[in-house]
Antibody, heavy 125, light 106 residues
Framework: HVQLQQSGPGLVKPSQTLSLTCAISGDSVSSNSAAWNWIRQSPSRGLEWLGRTYYRSKWYNDYAVSVTSRITISADTSKNQLSLQVNSVTPEDTAVYYC???????????????WGQGTLVTVSS | EVVLTQSPATLSLSPGERATLSCRASQSVSTYLAWYQQKPGQAPRLLIYDASNRATGIPARFSGSGSGTDFTLTISSLEPEDFAVYYCQQRSYWLTFGGGTKVEIK
C-alpha cells in the first residue's frame, strides 16, 4: 500500500523559497513505472499541476509553463522522497500543495492514484 | 493549453437520485480523461480513468463515458458519501484539471 507523507513549513515570506518534501512508502521514487508530481489547489486557481519527476534509466523533469522559471522538483533516492522548491514566492502562491503518484494504465496514459495529505502554504509577511 | 469546462457548477440532488456531470474539453483529448472525487479537507481520489474505466475499489454506481471533447460522469443512485466535489483531468496534452462540480444535498 502506497503512502505519501508531506512535510514542510506552512508560512513563507514573500520573495523567499517555498520548500516541501514528500516521503514515499510502499513504492520507490526510482520506479520505472510511476511519476512523482506536485499539484496545488487554491480558490482562485483551482487544481493546478506544477510538475513531475520520473526515472526511466535516467531522471526526467516536466514543469508547467506557468511556474517553470521558479520551480525545482527533485528526488532523493537515499531517503525515498520527493522535494519541491518554488522560488520568489508571492501571495498568489498561497495554496494547498499535494504530492501525488502518477501510475500507468492500459492505454499507456498516467493518472494520479495516490496523493499526499496536502500542506497549506501561506505566503505572507 | 487544453481547457476543461465542467457543468453545472453545482448540482443539488437527493440521496437515491441520479447525478450526471459534464466535462467539455477545448480540443480533443481522445479518451485520456480522468474523474476525481474530493471531500472537504481531503485529497482528490481517482474514480475513473481513460474516460470509462473504474479505478480500483470504486463502486459500480460510478460510470464514465465520452471521447474527444465531451465526457460524462454518472452516479446512478447517490449515496450519502457521494456528496462532494468532482473534477475532470486530461492527460492528452500536458495536464489540466476542470473547475469542478459540487454535488450537494437538496
Amino acid at each position: 500500500h502506497v503512502q505519501l507523507q508531506q512535510s514542510g513549513p506552512g508560512l513563507v515570506k514573500p520573495s523567499q523559497t517555498l520548500s516541501l518534501t514528500c516521503a514515499i512508502s510502499g513504492d520507490s521514487v526510482s520506479s520505472n513505472s510511476a511519476a512523482w508530481n506536485w499539484i496545488r489547489q487554491s480558490p482562485s486557481r483551482g487544481l493546478e499541476w506544477l510538475g513531475r519527476t520520473y526515472y526511466r534509466s535516467k531522471w526526467y523533469n516536466d514543469y508547467a509553463v506557468s511556474v517553470t522559471s521558479r520551480i525545482t522538483i527533485s528526488a532523493d533516492t537515499s531517503k525515498n522522497q520527493l522535494s519541491l522548491q518554488v522560488n520568489s514566492v508571492t501571495p498568489e502562491d498561497t495554496a494547498v500543495y499535494y504530492c501525488a503518484r502518477e501510475n500507468g494504465y492500459s492505454s499507456g496514459q498516467y493518472y494520479f492514484d495516490y496523493w499526499g495529505q496536502g500542506t497549506l502554504v501561506t505566503v505572507s509577511s | 493549453e487544453v481547457v476543461l469546462t465542467q457543468s453545472p457548477a453545482t448540482l443539488s440532488l437527493s440521496p437515491g437520485e441520479r447525478a450526471t456531470l459534464s466535462c467539455r474539453a477545448s480540443q480533443s483529448v481522445s479518451t485520456y480523461l480522468a474523474w476525481y472525487q474530493q471531500k472537504p479537507g481531503q485529497a482528490p481520489r481517482l474514480l475513473i480513468y481513460d474516460a470509462s474505466n473504474r479505478a480500483t475499489g470504486i463502486p459500480a454506481r460510478f460510470s464514465g463515458s465520452g471521447s474527444g471533447t465531451d465526457f460524462t460522469l454518472t452516479i446512478s443512485s447517490l449515496e450519502p458519501e457521494d456528496f462532494a466535489v468532482y473534477y475532470c483531468q486530461q492527460r492528452s496534452y500536458w495536464l489540466t484539471f476542470g473547475g469542478g462540480t459540487k454535488v450537494e444535498i437538496k
